[in-house]
Every structure is written in C-alpha cells, then in structure tokens.
Nanobody, 116 residues
Framework: QVQLVESGGGLVQAGGSLRLSCAAS????????MGWYRQAPGKQRDLVES???????NYADSVKDRFTISRDNAKNTVYLQMNILKPEDTGVYYC??????????WGQGTQVTVSS
C-alpha cells in the first residue's frame, strides 16, 4: 500500500505563487508516473501537469509558462511550482502516483484558492 501526503495549498491573491508537495510512502518499489490534477467546483478532475520517471512532462495549455512540475526520486516526492496564479486556477489539487506495476494512487487533495 502507498500513502500520499499533500501540502502547500492555501489562499493567495492573483499574481501570487504557491508550491505544492506530494510525498509518497509505504510499499514502493519504483514510481513511474507522478502528476497533479485539479478539480474546480462542479467540474471534472483534469490533468494540470505530470512527469514520468525519465523526466518527460505533460501539461495543460492553461498552465504553460506558469506552472512547473519536478520530482525528487530519492524522496519519492513530486512538486508543483505555481506562479502568476489566476482565479481560474482555484480548485482542489490532487496528486496521482502510478507504479511501474500500473497500480495508481490518489492523494487526499489540497485546496488552492486564488482571489482576484
């Protein structure tokens, strides 16, 4: 079993920055995929940005040049640096981790609120 602990959410004014962290612990042999998803009120959960074990990234067009994902494999931790935040970035941010066995896990979510 794998546990994910997210941190770093909060309330920020538009134009500000936040850094999210997601640390994985438990029975981990190797993590392939790590990603951040966002769910705004009344909407589906969508990919924000992801990174594979070889550093390949994928991101939503809406966060291009503003958000940056990174990972520390030694710590089994993934980060999301969010700059120039906009009110439309508001939502619950979920960490998703997938092992090479294809088993996936979700974090409990962390709230990000951007005021205008």
């Amino acid at each position: 079993q794998v546990q994910l602990v997210e941190s770093g959410g909060g309330l920020v004014q538009a134009g500000g920055s936040l850094r999210l962290s997601c640390a994985a612990s438990g029975t981990i042999f190797s993590i392939n995929y790590m990603g951040w998803y966002r769910q705004a009120p009344g909407k589906q959960r969508d990919l924000v940005e992801s990174i594979t074990s070889v550093g390949r990234t994928n991101y939503a067009d809406s966060v291009k040049d503003r958000f940056t994902i990174s990972r520390d494999n030694a710590k089994n931790t993934v980060y999301l640096q969010m700059n120039i935040l906009k009110p439309e970035d508001t939502g619950v941010y979920y960490c998703n981790v997938r092992l090479f066995s294809s088993t996936g896990y979700w974090g409990q979510g962390t709230q990000v609120t951007v005021s205008s």
